[in-house]
């Protein structure tokens, strides 16, 4: 069996500081990890993955994400966030041709 | 391309009702899965279709239910609604990837409200 823990249901950061969005899966297999995005009233977008190779991945929005297999993590950061970095963050595996998603975290951006 | 579209955007119901919700998929893709997001949770994985045929499925009851047309547009649907059944229900798109990882495109969603 395959799940996703996002540690952090909300996490409000003021503007322009680092922030870290914390994901641990749990699986007996290879893991294919993803991090989407939902901005209010809108559907997922797609923001960075990891399939296989470098265990650092990026965006292009400035959001990286390490995978990290002997802590079974995937976090996602950003040294600098901006208003519009404001969304819901979700981390998801990708096993048996579909997608097992975490509960979410909602990143808030203090100005 | 405009990507996965979904319609209506938005629906209310009331208990004991049927209701269809519509997906096309993005361009060039023939895999059409489908998610219920609850207030507050992530997305749960309801069904998947792939050559018309229903490939795979979440862990909901028979009430839901789906069909993909030769086009690969695909209807979701879910009969004798009960208040629970409020959520957004996301369309995602994909190539299949039979054992290889594709990358799944989401609609804006349809938010279902049942009364």
Redesign the interface.
């Known amino acids: 069996a395959q799940s996703v823990t996002q540690l952090d249901s909300q996490v409000p950061v003021f503007e322009e500081a680092p922030v870290e969005l914390r994901c641990n899966y749990s699986s007996s297999v290879s893991v294919y990890l993803f991090w989407y995005v939902q901005y209010p009233n809108q559907g997922l977008q797609l923001l960075l993955k990891y399939l296989s190779g470098s265990t650092l991945v990026e965006s292009i929005n400035g959001f990286e994400a390490e995978f990290n297999k002997s802590q079974t993590s995937f976090h996602l950061r950003k040294p600098s966030v901006h208003i519009s970095d404001t969304a819901e963050y979700f981390c998801a595996v990708f096993l048996g041709e579909k997608l097992t998603f975490g509960t979410g975290t909602r990143l808030t951006i203090i100005p | 391309d405009a990507g ?1 579209t ?1 319609s209506p955007t938005h629906l209310i119901k009331t208990r004991g009702q049927q209701v269809t919700l519509r997906c096309s998929p993005k361009s060039g893709h023939d ?1 059409v ?1 489908w ?1 219920q997001q609850a207030l ?6 309801i069904f ?1 279709y792939y050559e018309e045929e229903e ?2 499925r ?1 862990n909901f009851p028979d009430r839901f239910s789906g069909h993909q047309f030769p086009n690969y547009s695909s209807e979701l649907n879910v009969n004798a609604l009960l208040l629970g059944d409020s959520a957004l229900y ?1 369309c ?1 798109s994909s190539t ?3 054992g290889r ?9 349809t938010r279902l409200t049942v009364v």
Do not use: D, H, N
């Not at chain 2, 990882?101 to 969603?109: D, H, K, P, R, S």
């Open positions: 996965v979904q895999t899965s998610y507050g949770q992530g997305p749960q994985f998947q490939r795979q979440g996301l995602a299949s990837g039979w990882v594709t990358e799944a495109f989401f609609g804006q969603g």
